[in-house]
């Protein structure tokens, strides 16, 4: 009787569940040895929460299931010492890796690996090794039946009906489409999803930490969140359901005009789920016809472009250092998706001021205020050179456009000359009406709105303006020193006292200070008695 064949997987062989496959094709006696630092590995990773540990620890559980049912032609056994807390950590430098090849030289066996680099490194050092390479036939997970032409995304969470979000951009409504989805159900389809993201060449694992994981397959965003990040295991999958060209937009020829030749500092913003990605893929198609070259840094990488746009992902974790990057490629043009946290508006000034034209991605829930986002993040006098036009989108369709200039001037609502400073003025770009103005004021920078102050002016010299800064709200009226009430819509607010320049300063965190700002959201009249 021939002696049993013996096999030692490493960790990418055991994650990618391609270990089996060997043991269909082998007809006599095999042993699997399983390297101690390969649990070890699979445990720390699962205990992070990351779904390749717990795929690898579902594998090792299926080969013990098929030893035992093998009636003795394949047993499965541990060996090694368990590495040391300081080897798991520094994984990437290659003790785990040494630790198997150790194990595989000891026992005389063949080691398995899906890893390029241990199958180099193991044939060099003259050790029987089998390298399978990455899966090409791409695997098709069930997910993908639950969205149909209508589907933008489905919600799925253990034990809780399924809802697939219908409809198009503006208008969507959440639709129950399955009653009930188990644990083990939702399970299933988290392993599919992950062993596709690895064998679609189009698929990417783009974020994996403690309890969630972010994968990008072809045009699906997924995420899957377990225990305790989440308080049950959810998958939420999104995909764009339209695809536009700028012509989709019926833009002006001026407006056309400038993003062609002159906007270089652009803004897409709107609220989440109302189509500034569809915008971007469609501007991004824009400037690839007019002969661009353009690129996108993303986190994750979910945008619909043309496969001649090469997408970029934060580099080591750090979008700063693909930044670093983009600036020795120098595309004309690079599309920057999700400008939100500090360090993106000062990576996205940054390359502006290098040179590069940029098309950043931001939410807001008015186009004034992705410009509000950047104060107190880049200085007030390169904000123009930093962004010159803002897009803004609702129901996929852009609702305004306005463009920044630099200017000195004295602000609006004031009259002496000698307040005359440097003013951003915020135009409506088809009609080149003044919209806004941003100025410093004091050590606080305020954004004023200046039509529709202009237009009570004319109405009633008297009536009370309201200016708010990140602390304060001043209440400008023309009463000078005296006891006043403020009322809104004819209600008493409180009582206090005008300066001599018949100005009111509230605090923004006091009693008074949220009433007022209340009634100024509400749209109520401010008023002095």
């Known amino acids: 009787m021939s002696p049993a064949v013996k096999i030692v997987p490493d960790t990418s062989v055991i994650i990618d569940g391609r270990i089996t496959e060997i043991l269909t094709e082998e007809k006599g006696e095999v042993e699997i040895i399983i390297p101690e630092a390969v649990v070890a590995e699979l445990e720390n990773q699962a205990n992070l929460g990351k779904e390749t540990g717990v795929d690898g620890l579902n594998e090792l559980k299926s080969l013990r299931n098929i030893a035992d049912g093998s009636r003795g032609l394949i047993t499965l056994r541990f060996h090694g010492k368990p590495p040391t807390e ?7 430098a290659g003790v785990i890796d040494d630790l ?14 899906s890893d390029k680099t241990q199958a180099l490194v193991s044939e060099a050092k003259g050790l029987k090794v089998r390298y399978i390479g990455p899966k090409v036939k791409a695997i098709k997970p069930q997910i993908y039946e639950l969205f149909d032409e209508q589907t933008a995304s ?4 253990e034990d809780t009906p399924v809802y697939a979000k219908k409809g198009h951009v503006g208008e969507f409504k959440l639709v129950e489409i399955r009653p009930h989805i188990s644990r083990e159900e939702l399970d299933e389809y988290s392993k599919e999803i992950v062993a596709a993201a690895r064998s679609d060449p189009k698929g990417y694992i783009e974020i994996e930490r403690r309890g ?12 899957i969140a377990r225990p305790p990040f989440s308080d049950g295991l959810e998958i939420t999958a999104v995909r764009p359901i339209t695809k536009t060209h700028l012509s989709d937009y019926k833009l002006s020829e001026k407006l056309l005009d400038r993003l062609a030749s002159r906007a270089e500092g652009i803004f897409i913003a709107g609220a989440p789920g109302q189509g500034k990605s569809t915008f971007a893929q469609a501007l991004a198609e824009f400037y690839l016809a007019k002969g661009k070259i353009l690129k996108t840094m993303e986190n994750p990488r979910d945008l619909q472009v043309p496969d001649v746009v090469t997408q970029y992902t934060s580099l080591d974790g750090s979008m700063e250092a693909t930044a670093d990057i983009l600036l020795l490629v120098r595309p004309d043009y690079t599309i920057y998706d999700e400008v939100r946290k500090t360090k993106d508006f000062q990576i996205f000034a940054d390359m502006r001021l290098a040179g590069v034209g940029l098309v950043g991605v931001c939410h807001a829930n008015r186009a004034i205020d992705a410009i509000q986002r950047l104060v107190g993040r880049v200085e007030l006098g390169i904000i123009p050179h930093v962004v010159d036009t803002i897009i803004f989108i609702q129901a996929g369709q852009i609702r305004q456009v306005y463009e920044l200039r630099m200017t000195v001037k004295v602000p609006f609502g004031m ?3 000698d307040l005359s400073r440097p003013v951003i003025e915020i135009r409506d770009f088809e009609t080149g009406l003044p919209q806004y103005e941003m100025y410093s004021f004091g050590e606080e920078v305020v954004v004023i709105p200046v039509r529709q102050k202009a237009k009570k002016e004319q109405t009633n010299p008297d009536e009370v303006h309201i200016i708010q800064t990140k602390k304060v709200i001043l209440i400008k009226s023309g009463r000078s020193d005296e006891m006043v009430t403020v009322c809104a819509d004819g209600e008493d607010l409180f009582n206090a006292r005008t300066m001599r320049n018949g100005t009111i300063k509230v605090k923004r965190n006091s009693q008074e200070g949220r009433s007022l700002q209340n009634a100024v959201a509400a749209g109520q009249e401010i008023t002095l008695s």
């Open 154 to 157: 489905v919600h799925m969470k």
């Open 415 to 417: 009259r002496d000359g």
């Open 86 to 92: 300081q080897n798991i950590k520094f994984a990437r």
């Open 212 to 223: 969630v994981s972010v994968i990008q397959l072809r045009e699906y965003r997924i995420v």
């Open 100 to 113: 198997i090849r150790k194990i595989a030289e000891e026992n005389d066996a063949l080691l398995v690996t």
